[in-house]
């Protein structure tokens, strides 16, 4: 027992910093006994009707055996949890077990936190503990004048059912989850969480706070970004703290009206609602206090020496964390560029770029970490022999303050649309930063996570989903924090505004420095797969990236496929019809191609016939220029062109990249890129996201028969008698068992030692017989000798496992035993599974049996939960799919009976956490119908990130990261 009477048994599990409906952040946690204090205090604050809904009787104060029965609770069959302020209670909310399945729930929020979410959150957090513990419905007695606890429980989306006896309301409902009830969950964090980075994107005012010695790694990086502002056109108090010894003019750059110096934190007037600090990290994690004293709401920390730089790094990264959740601070960083954002004071630069300097350099390697290829872009004249124009880049800057966005990005008021970007480490920062600039792409807003401790692209994108002048969404990552969340929020982004992302190839397989995040077990398929689940766009490089979301943040969506070709040369025209081809896109009828050295006039001519067909969705423009020369004409009657006719347009000019005026006309532009298959890859891209949107709004799967409470029951004991982090294989009866609630049947199997037990059992099962090699190894291996089929009579069978015998303890090197199972019709043999990752959660796979699934890794991934278009487009991407099909003439086997199965094993891995993996092998569809031959289903106690409820993510317990995702919710 712990010095605050905390035991062994405390459910360390269920504690978690959240976020609440006004954006502000609060702990909650289970009680403990040294909470009696508080709670009396809590009591006491309360008006008479507060505690006359709650006990149904004036109660001015606590007595001595309530505290005592409130805080002392067995975590089982009574469970309190109290969301807490420092060390004051704001709310508690409790459970105790009145029956099998049922609690009696009751909440007591204070009078000066109503109206913030307290109770939603409390509810959420308390329903995930009850199921945990077999609990199936909440029940509570309310008087009927307590609206707002009524209210709380409907507005959750569960069916509440109300009957008003003796003057009060006995109301209940199911707490199970539904697709109803995690919407509600969904849109209630997300509007929590964008309104939480309002601080950081949103700020009316900035402090930089330059901390250690002058001339070292705090003075440089804060100096930077007070000279990146002071040269911006951001209007509100910019306080410089630390630095140039209260001198305004030793600040870097032309310092702005309203820039003023400090010696000390301790002067600057508040409140501040941005803070972008860097120096030591001890430093660092002192001035928490101070920024939580001016009213700090979000904190960028530039510096380095935390989770990077190992176990005592990491150890100050958990601590800066601690101290900045208490405080309500969201925090980027550390190890941060910086972060751009667009408040009632205009627009800031808050990084280590200044947007007044040259551009040089290539922007097309990829960010550090990150797998794709990387290109050069030194603004040459395309060499001899290269397939297409090279965009020339001369490192013109933009105009300062503009930042590559050519719509008045610094002035105040609303901001203008344009790319919302995120990326983590600082040189995946700088290079997705200058590689904007470089092509002219208004920036929106811009947040560097750094080690990606607290605030991710999660949090991010849920900002995202909020902010109108966000219209492109771009992504440049290098570790998943939880990517289950990261699939729910980028399929809601994407069905309104587009992703792109660039993916490093160890995302999910290795742990970055100073990133706390886990890792998987499972292939790398498995997060391509999600990404296309999701509506996201993965490319290969930035330069890949920026040139979809270029496309997108200035095109349509294109109809369909069909893409016309237009080219001053009949080479270059071949080559983007081939590369369209090979892209998976249609030519639409013959290049429209010109003279080498057509002019505008032809151009114009050629283009008005083009646009009168109705034969394409999108245009391709590949303009050569064999004098080398950049035809401005030419490149404003395309402009022209495209303003008039409203379909996708994308064009190669010599000379011409990115956003160009060049290319516009009537506010409408026509994104050049480097090359023509710069060009047909963008174009690609955007056709496949146009394609998933058709289906973004599908409902889930729900196959009826499913029953979870069902199962819990089934494997509550069962996990009860098994260790923390050990798994078992259950048993052939509790497998039966677990499956049938979600209407999963498998053909009945006996095992049997010898063969009078085998005749027995093909007696009462019916001949012909399938007889197995029980061991795993051999089980499903026709070919190794470990099954025989249509085994017509006892004679057979004796000769058969006689056989078996001899052939498999010679490769195993033991004895074996058998099972004898009725013959399924003939069909196609498949494996469906459900897995329970460390990293992904609940991933299913599926795959036709033999070596295309064991050999080859012909193999279909998707994260639960599954529309119906995703079931269907799973089975249908495999590569053997044709043999479900009707191969070479055969004909097609049920393929509606076996999404149906895939789908229940997708609600089963999404609904239970516990089931570490539920393996099919083999599914036979027939004709008409499945049967299930063999399932192995293994449990442990479940370690899922997201899991129903709202919650930050934890700090990690240890360095390596295994405890926890460490910040980010992604992707973090």
Sequence with gaps: ??????????????????????????????????????????????????????????????????????????HHD?????????????????????????????????????GRGLGSVLLEHLAAAARELGVTRFVADV?????????????????????????????????????????????????????????????????????????????????????????????????????????????????????????????????????????PPRDVV?????????????????????????????????????????????????????????????????????????????????????????????????????????????????????????????SPGEAPDGLGLFAQSLAAGLAVRSAAARRNLPVATFVSAGNRMDVSGNDTMQFWSQHPATAVGVLVLESMGNPRKFSRIARRLSASKPL??????????????????????????VLTEMLRQAGVV??????????????????????????AVVSSSTALAGLVSDVLRAEGLEVAGEPVTLPPLAGAAQYEDALARLTARDDFDAVIVAHAAPLATTDREVAAVIARAAARDRRTWVASVYGLHGLDDALTAEGRRVPATGTVEDAVTALAGVVQHARWRTGATDPLVAPPGIDPAGARRVLADLLSAIPQHERRTLDRTATQALLACYGIEILAAEPVRDVDEAVAA????????????????????????????????????????????????????????????????????????????????????????????????????????LTGRDVSEMVRSVRAAPRLLGHRGLPAVDVDALEDVVARVSMLTDDLPEVAEVVLNPVIVGEEGVQIASAVVTVAHPLRQDAGRRALPEPPAEPTGDAGDGGGAEVG
């Design 762 to 865: 093909a007696e009462a099962t019916g001949w012909p017989v399938a007889l197995k090699v029980s061991d795993a190894v051999l089980r499903h291996r026709m070919d190794l000798g470990g099954v025989r089929l249509d085994v017509a009579d006892a004679e057979a069978l004796r000769e058969s496992m006689n056989q078996m015998r001899t052939r498999s303890e010679r490769v195993l090197g033991h004895p074996v035993t058998f099972e004898v199972q009725a013959m399924a019709p003939p069909g196609v043999a498949c494996v469906v599974r459900g897995s329970e990752d460390d990293l992904y959660g609940p991933v299913v796979a599926f795959g036709l049996g033999g070596d295309a699934t064991e050999l080859l890794g012909d193999v279909s991934y998707r994260i639960p939960p």
């Design 143 to 279: 008087l009927p004048a307590n609206a707002r606890m009524v209210r709380v429980f409907g507005d959750a989306g569960y069916e509440v059912a109300q009957r008003l006896e003796d003057g009060v309301l006995s109301i209940s409902f199911s707490i199970e989850e539904t697709e109803r009830s995690w919407q509600v969950m969904a849109e209630r964090e997300r509007h929590a969480e964008a309104l939480s980075m309002g601080g950081l994107l949103q700020a009316a005012s900035v402090v930089v706070l330059g901390l250690g010695p002058e001339g070292e790694e705090g003075h440089v990086l804060a100096g930077r970004v007070a000279q990146a502002l002071a040269a911006g056109a951001f209007t509100g108090p910019v306080h410089v703290v630390g630095m140039a010894a209260g001198d305004p003019t030793a600040v870097p750059g032309p310092p702005r009206q309203r820039t003023q110096v400090h010696r000390a934190i301790g002067e600057v007037p508040g409140p501040v609602d941005l803070a972008v600090v860097a120096g």
């Design 286 to 410: 002192g001035s928490v206090p101070a920024l939580r004293d001016l009213g700090v709401r979000a904190m960028v920390v530039l510096s380095h020496g935390f989770g990077e730089s190992g176990p005592a790094g990491m150890a100050r990264q958990r601590e800066l964390l601690r101290r900045t959740r208490a405080a309500g601070i969201r925090v980027v960083g550390p190890a941060s560029f910086g972060v751009v954002g667009h408040g009632p004071a205009g627009r800031y630069n808050a990084t280590l770029w200044l947007e007044s300097d040259d551009v040089t350099g290539s922007d097309d390697a990829p960010a550090a970490g990150t797998s794709g290829p990387a290109a050069t872009e030194r603004g040459d004249a395309p060499a001899a022999g290269t397939s297409g124009p090279a965009a020339t880049e001369r490192g013109d800057a933009p105009a300062a303050g503009t930042s590559g966005d050519t719509r008045a990005a610094g």
């Design 1 to 74: 027992m712990g010095e605050d009477g905390v035991g062994e048994d405390y459910p360390w599990h269920w504690a978690a910093d959240v976020v609440l409906r006004d954006g502000a952040t609060m702990h909650i946690r289970p009680i403990r006994p040294d909470d009696a204090d508080a709670l009396q205090r809590m009591h006491l604050a309360q008006s008479p009707e507060s505690i006359y809904f709650r006990f149904f009787a004036p109660v001015p104060r606590l007595g001595e055996k309530d505290l005592y029965r409130f805080t002392h609770v067995d």
């Design 500 to 525: 792109v992302a660039v993916i490093s190839g160890q995302t999910g397989q290795a742990t970055p420095p100073g990133h706390a995040v886990r890792t998987s077990r499972e292939p790398q398929r």
């Design 78 to 114: 009574r469970v309190a949890l109290v969301m807490v302020d420092g060390a004051e209670i704001r709310a508690v909310g409790r459970f105790d077990v009145v029956a099998p399945g049922d609690a009696e729930v009751a909440f007591n929020v204070v009078d000066t936190e109503r």
């Design 538 to 563: 993965r490319s290969r490089s930035v330069r890949e990236m920026l040139d979809v979301a270029a496309l997108m943040l200035t095109q349509p969506l294109p109809a369909g496929p069909r893409t």
